[in-house]
């Protein structure tokens, strides 16, 4: 079994896929985080960045039926919604006056009853009540989507969305780029090529974005590796990354476990070596995400340990702003204790990944 030091030479000298896949499956995980936290420390620092930021949905709609999702409802569901844009804006303003958020982070589905309008509604909404919030907004997937709803280029979307305040791009509809996995985790999105290509797009146009990668179900160790090497490549190509987001699956309410495909997240260990190929494989091009959401707020800070350097953000939703309990989000406070609980230096940045604070 290679040794740390073995490891991080390798990853000096550059993993090619099946070093990468030999690593994930044969190298001992312990070595294999610790050669992924040296690179950070060498590359990165100590330092453990996150984004004070809220999240909203902008509708539950969807016509993609993906059978990972939890989320949404198709149209005509009784529990299906569509937030207005001034709803949405005064949620912001307050979350940003109390709880000092500088990032509006904004999905939804593929919602057949909405129009270029209401977007552009949505986004300039957003900037006139709140003027300093950034909006990092749909995702790859959305604007094909829209693109294909209301006839238009992508470019087209792109380009009305940034016009009317669309600032970056969020990762999600990464999934799994390899498309014996994607005909199983979302058969009717975009493929992994085209999500590339809209990303290389945005970037081009001066939109970056962050690529996520969406683990735990029914992938192999070579498919992840594969995923990591295009993120890495378009990194290459555009530098318009701004961060890498393993996102573990959790089968909980989806098609995937109701059919017994995926009966329960993945062990712990695999979130270890996926953040751990990750560094090695990405180096000095891109930040890691330990993202606290999906893979909770304990594992979150091991994470730190092996190759992760950010922790996403606060991801506060409106439940904060009626004290109704913030399962799903987390303070300032708390995510600067899990990076200092390992020895990290906590910062606040904003969504371009400018260092506001150290805390
Ligand atoms: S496109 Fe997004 S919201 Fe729609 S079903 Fe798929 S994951 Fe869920």
């Not at 712990?268 to 606290?292: G, P």
Request: hydrophobic share 45%.
């Amino acid at each position: 079994m290679p040794t740390v030091g073995e490891i991080v030479e390798m990853a000096e000298r550059g993993l090619d896929r099946s070093d990468a896949v030999y690593l994930m499956r044969e190298a001992d995980v312990f070595a294999l985080a610790k050669a992924a936290e040296e690179l950070t420390r060498k590359y990165y620092g100590d330092v453990v960045t996150f984004v004070n930021n809220v999240v909203m949905n902008y509708s539950n709609i969807c016509v993609a039926k993906c059978p990972i999702c939890a989320f949404y409802r198709p149209p005509g569901h009784s529990e299906g919604y569509v937030r207005r844009p001034q709803e949405v804006a005064a949620i912001v303003e307050r979350l940003a006056e109390e709880r000092g958020v500088t990032e509006l982070h904004i999905n939804g589905g593929f919602n057949p009853l909405l129009t270029p309008e209401y977007f552009d509604e949505l986004f300039r909404e957003v900037k006139r009540r709140a003027p300093r919030v950034t909006i990092k907004g749909p995702t790859m997937a959305e604007v094909d989507y829209y693109a294909r709803l209301w006839r238009m280029s992508r470019r087209e979307v792109l380009s009305r969305w940034k016009e009317a305040g669309l600032d970056a791009i969020s990762g999600g509809g990464a999934e799994i780029f390899a498309e014996d996995v994607r005909r199983v985790v979302a058969p009717h999105k975009i493929s992994g090529e085209e999500w590339l290509e809209i990303a290389e797009l945005a970037h081009k146009m001066g939109i970056p974005s962050n690529a996520t990668m969406l683990y735990g179900h029914v992938e192999r160790e070579e498919h992840v590796v594969d995923h990591i090497f295009r993120v890495k490549e378009l990194q290459e190509r555009t530098g318009g990354l701004l961060l890498f987001i393993p996102v573990k699956f959790n089968p909980e309410n989806t098609e995937l476990k109701a059919k017994g495909v995926v009966t329960r997240p993945a062990p712990s260990i695999y979130d270890v070596k996926v953040v751990a190929i990750a560094r090695l494989i990405l180096k000095d091009k891109l930040k890691v995400a330990a993202y606290w959401l999906s893979v909770g707020k304990k594992l979150a800070s091991t994470l730190l340990l092996a190759g992760a350097n950010d922790l996403v953000g606060t991801m506060y939703n409106e439940a904060v702003l009626r004290a109704a309990g913030a399962k799903h989000s987390a303070s300032v406070e708390e995510l600067a204790a899990i990076a200092k609980e390992v020895g990290r230096r906590p910062a606040l940045r904003d969504t371009f990944h400018r260092v506001l604070a150290y805390l």
